[in-house]
C-alpha cells in the first residue's frame, strides 16, 4: 500500500502532466527569467548535440554566457572516455572557469582536467585518479573540489554541504533571484518517495541551475540528455521541487577532492 507521501507525490506529479499536455495543446506559453527579462521556452532553449549556449543577465547588469558541454561528444581527446561516465562536474566546473576566469575563456573539459583542475588539487591527487584502472574506478572532481577551483579563480562560491528542505529551497530561489548560478549534486533516489529511478541520473549527477523564471521554474544547465525531455537539450525548465527530491546533505565533513561517497559529496554551491 502506498504511503501518504508516495500518494501526494503521485498526484502532484499527474496533475503537472495534465497541465503540460494543456500547454502543448495551446502552443507553449511565454515565460521569463525573473532577472534580465529574457524570454525563454522550452522551444526556444538550445538543441546543439555537442554545446549550447545561453545567457542570463545577474542584478548587477553582468552578462553570464554559460556554455553547456555535452559529456558524450567525443570531442575531449584522451578524456573523451572518461567524461562519458564521470565528466558531468568538470563540464560544470568547464561552463563556470569559461564565465569567471578570462585565462579559461576557451577552456574545454580536458583543458581544465589538465590544467585548473591538476592545479587545484595537487599533482599527487591528481594522478592517483586518472592513473587508476580499469576506468570505472576513476572518479570525478567532488563539490568540495569545484569549491576550491572556483575561490582559486577569485571567485565568490559558499558550500552549503548541511541543509534541509526548507532551509535550501528559500536559500537556492533568494541566490538564483540574483541571476548568480547554484551547482547542485542530485542521486538516483528520490527522497520524497524513497523511488530510484533514472530521471536524473544512473548514479550521481552534477548541474548548475542558472536562472529562475516567473511562474517558479528553474532553467538547469546539464551536460547530460534525457529521455523523457524535448530534444537533445543542454538546458531544461524544472521544478526545484522536482529536483530537491534527489538532492542530499552531507554527513560528514567534505575533504576530498574526488568523489568517495555521500557522505561527504553532496550539497549545493552557491556562486557569485
Same mark, same amino acid.
Given at each position: ?55 542570463v543577465i545577474n542584478t548587477e547588469g553582468r ?17 573523451? $572516455? ?20 578570462? %585565462? ?23 594522478? %592517483? ?11 570525478? $572532481? ?11 579563480? &577569485? ?34 533516489? %528520490? ?10 541520473? %544512473? ?12 511562474? &517558479? ?18 538546458? +531544461? ?29 553532496? &550539497?549545493?554551491? +552557491?556562486? &557569485?
Amino acid at each position: 500500500m502506498a504511503s501518504f507521501y508516495e500518494l501526494r507525490w503521485l498526484i502532484r506529479r499527474t496533475i503537472r502532466k495534465l497541465k503540460e499536455k494543456d500547454q502543448k495543446r495551446e502552443g507553449l506559453k511565454e515565460d521569463f527569467l525573473l532577472t534580465g527579462d529574457l524570454t525563454v521556452t522550452a522551444e526556444q532553449l538550445p538543441e546543439d548535440e555537442a554545446f549550447a549556449e545561453y545567457t542570463v543577465i545577474n542584478t548587477e547588469g553582468r552578462h553570464l554566457t554559460y556554455r553547456s558541454f555535452y559529456q558524450w561528444a567525443d570531442l575531449y581527446g584522451e578524456y573523451s $572516455i572518461f567524461c562519458r561516465h564521470h565528466g558531468c562536474a568538470v563540464c560544470t566546473l568547464t561552463t563556470l572557469a569559461r564565465i569567471y576566469d578570462e %585565462n579559461q575563456k576557451d577552456a574545454t573539459p580536458d583543458t581544465i582536467i589538465e590544467g585548473l583542475e591538476k592545479q587545484v588539487v595537487g599533482q599527487k591527487n591528481w594522478t %592517483n585518479n586518472y592513473r587508476k584502472m580499469p576506468m570505472k574506478f576513476q572518479n570525478p $572532481i567532488t563539490l568540495y573540489g569545484i569549491t576550491q577551483a572556483l575561490q582559486h579563480m &577569485g571567485v565568490k562560491a559558499e558550500y552549503v554541504h548541511r541543509f534541509t528542505d526548507d532551509e535550501a529551497r528559500k536559500d537556492i530561489l533568494s541566490h538564483l533571484q540574483t541571476g548568480n548560478p547554484v551547482v547542485i549534486e542530485v542521486g538516483r533516489k %528520490n527522497y520524497y518517495t524513497g523511488e530510484t529511478n533514472d530521471r536524473w541520473t %544512473n548514479s550521481f549527477h552534477t548541474m548548475i541551475l542558472i536562472g529562475l523564471t516567473r511562474e &517558479g521554474k528553474v532553467l538547469v544547465n546539464d551536460s547530460a540528455n534525457r529521455s523523457w525531455y524535448e530534444g537533445p537539450q543542454r538546458f +531544461k525548465l524544472a521544478d526545484l521541487e522536482e529536483l530537491m527530491a534527489y538532492m542530499f546533505s552531507c554527513t560528514e565533513e567534505p575533504k576530498e577532492y574526488y568523489y568517495c561517497g555521500m557522505a561527504t559529496d553532496g &550539497g549545493y554551491i +552557491k556562486i &557569485g
